[in-house]
């Protein structure tokens, strides 16, 4: 059956991820180390949390604030926390040669995420027919119940369905359910890749 909407991952596709400007940018705000940040909130488990949807974007504010005394508001938080996200210019215009195929971006990130991208990254968002953010499907990939999910809520089944992601897990389980599903290795390789997806 021919494509009829992509989705695209977030972090290491259509932006490069680079955890350790958010994590900079919490250590200098709250005067503590790096490695305290990630302590607090990626060894503890608390991020992981919070993609699944444990937490809405005051909660997450609320817990920077009592755990690493972060002085700053929550519009200043959604800031330092897009500071992870680096767009990559050449991905969108992939995105873009996508239409008129529907385009839906499928990540594990959290409600303050969420919020955030619209208006920190609006070039990202305003690209996207849809925002999936694993925090409102109460999972992550390589979950099923994310892909499943994500297939109805572009009221889409599998087959019609491309999925684009940089991790093999993720690629795999796609493909377990009858997703066509594209390893992202680099821009340079994703339209080629693409177009022989499209071209089937």
């Not at 690209?127 to 390589?142: E, H, I, W």
């Not at 572009?154 to 999925?163: G, K, L, P």
Request: aromatic fraction near 8%; include cysteine.
């Amino acid at each position: 059956m021919q494509p009829k909407v992509i989705f695209f991952d977030l972090g290491g596709v259509v932006c490069r991820f680079l955890p350790q400007r958010r994590l900079a940018a919490l250590a200098e705000a709250c005067g503590v180390s790096v490695e305290q940040v990630e302590s607090e909130l990626y060894a503890s488990g608390l991020i992981e949390g919070w993609d699944r949807g444990l937490g809405s974007s005051a909660e997450i504010h609320h817990a920077v604030r009592e755990r690493l005394g972060y002085p700053g508001n929550l519009a200043a938080l959604r800031k330092v926390w897009c500071r992870a996200f680096e767009p990559d210019p050449q991905v969108l215009d992939q995105v873009d040669g996508a239409r008129p195929l529907r385009t839906a971006l499928l990540t594990d990130n959290d409600h303050l995420l969420l919020d955030a991208l619209p208006e920190e990254l609006p070039q990202v968002a305003s690209r996207f027919d849809a925002l999936l953010f694993s925090c409102r499907f109460g999972a992550t990939k390589p979950s099923a119940a994310v892909f499943n999910q994500a297939l109805d809520a572009m009221a889409s089944v599998a087959d019609e369905a491309v999925f684009i992601d940089d991790k093999p897990a993720n690629v795999a389980a796609a493909q377990e359910l009858g997703i066509t599903a594209i390893q992202f290795s680099g821009a340079t390789g994703l339209g080629p890749a693409l177009d022989r997806v499209l071209s089937q």
